[in-house]
């Protein structure tokens, strides 16, 4: 029986780590430097993609934490163009002097108190250059790299582990 209790216990204590509530806006992506062509918007699943990529990564730094992340633009690795030869299909075409970037602000709260705070441009000058653990065929490797390296540095082993109240 006492088992039992210590059971319910634990997995309740688990449940309300669980809680932490990580929340992504989008503000304005009408206006984000990338992620159209040069008809509009075309690629929404890219946000998406994006906004669960973020998600993931930061319940694993911050676990029981409520972070809200408003991601102001969004500029992928390369450039869009148009294929001639190819029915005026569009390709990304990736150059150095095309480098990824996403600017947006965060919050950091632990119940009602915010425990950290900021507003950054990440941006990757040498996207190209380097080990990238990410298969070649991800379209978004380069921006996962870039919010990896920045999640790092942002948020260090230290403060992750920091108990929640």
Do not use: C
């Amino acid at each position: 029986m006492k088992l039992r209790w210590m059971t319910l216990t634990v997995m309740a204590l688990a449940a309300g780590a669980a809680s932490a509530d990580v929340q992504v806006h989008f503000i304005t992506p009408e206006k984000f430097s990338d992620i159209k062509d040069n008809n509009g918007f075309r690629q929404p699943d890219v946000l998406k993609d994006i906004e669960a990529y973020l998600v993931a990564q930061t319940e694993k730094r911050l676990p029981g934490r409520n972070v809200r992340i408003d991601v102001t633009d969004v500029d992928l690795a390369g450039e869009v163009e148009p294929l001639w030869r190819h029915n005026g299909q569009w390709l990304r075409i990736m150059r150095a002097v095309t480098s990824p970037s996403i600017e947006m602000s965060w919050e950091v709260r632990e119940g009602d108190k915010v425990v950290q705070q900021g507003k950054t441009r990440l941006r990757d000058m040498n996207y190209q250059d380097g080990f990238n653990s990410y298969m070649s065929g991800d379209p978004l490797r380069y921006e996962k790299r870039m919010i990896d390296r920045w999640m790092q540095q942002e948020f260090s082993p230290t403060v992750a582990a920091a108990p929640a109240r």
